[in-house]
């Protein structure tokens, strides 16, 4: 049996706001879906997310990051590790989402202003010295660690993803960036979940154990409570092939995920 790829790090961060009024959950998360020219996941949606980058170990973070005592959550990083993981899902979320969870003066970055904080970095800039050259404090006291799933060790390209959540700041507008992603939705829970099972929508199942986990709370505050509570250990789901169908199964405290992959379907939860 060959040896198992190398997971490359990768972070993710699952944005809540406040839900409109009426029946439901009373809080919805984003999604964006994945443009159509995407090789990986194409059409899928997923949070915003990605590879932790060399330059996400910042240079001297105490002069741009806010946050920095917060406790090690993840039993598999240090806290360089750590730190560079809750940058790469800032970083990631001002990127594909245009949302830049930094203060100044102790007030949110507006759309506008997160607008070009992303387009510096589409022309290159660096995320540490365009925060420093703006005068930015990246609020990393906003990320609360909550879970980290490892691909599948028989998977070619895998990756070790540590996910945080984070409230949308007030007033602030989302943004996809029209090249990664075609289209930003906003769901409770819940009907991220249905459409998922009706096939409205394309889920990972990653991040649909994620959102279950998620809808397992009644609100934002609880669900952030919790989060600062649990337990966070690596899942590292199982792939199997059987009469020509891929199961794959996700071990977590509340029971075992399962899921098949039907072709023109996608990923189906079974059990």
Not at 88 to 94: D, H, S
Not at 166 to 173: F, K, N, V, Y
Not at 201 to 227: E, I, K, N, R
Request: glycine fraction near 10%.
């Amino acid at each position: 049996m060959p040896e198992a790829a190398p997971p490359r790090r990768a972070a993710t961060i699952v944005v809540i706001r406040a839900a409109a009024p009426g029946p439901g959950s009373p809080f919805e998360v984003m999604l964006l879906r994945r443009s159509a020219a995407m090789t990986f996941m194409a059409g899928a949606h997923v949070f915003p997310g990605g590879s932790v980058d060399a330059a996400d170990a910042l240079v001297d973070a105490a002069a741009c990051c806010d946050g920095l005592d917060a406790p090690r959550r993840f039993p598999r990083l240090d806290a360089a590790g750590e730190l560079a993981c809750r940058v790469a899902a800032a970083r990631e979320l001002v990127e594909e989402a245009g949302v830049l969870l930094a203060r100044r003066h102790g007030s949110f970055a507006t759309s506008d202003e997160a607008e070009g904080v992303r387009g510096r970095l589409d022309d290159g800039g660096s995320f540490e010295q365009v925060l420093r050259d703006g005068g930015w404090r990246l609020a990393l006291d906003a990320l609360v660690p909550f879970a980290q799933i490892v691909t599948p060790r028989s998977e070619p390209r895998r990756f070790d993803t540590h996910f945080f959540l984070a409230e949308l700041p007030g007033g602030i507008e989302a943004r996809p960036t029209g090249t990664e992603s075609d289209e930003l939705i906003w769901a409770t829970p819940a009907r991220a979940l249905e459409g998922a099972s009706s096939g409205e929508v394309v889920l990972m199942p990653p991040t649909w154990a994620t959102l279950l986990q998620v809808d397992a709370f009644d609100s934002a505050a609880a669900l952030f409570a919790g989060a600062r509570r649990r337990s966070i250990e690596p899942l590292e789901p199982s792939l199997t092939t059987e009469a020509g169908t891929r199961y794959l199964s996700i071990p977590t405290a509340e029971g075992v995920l399962r899921f098949s992959f039907e072709e023109g379907r996608g990923w189906r939860t079974i059990g």
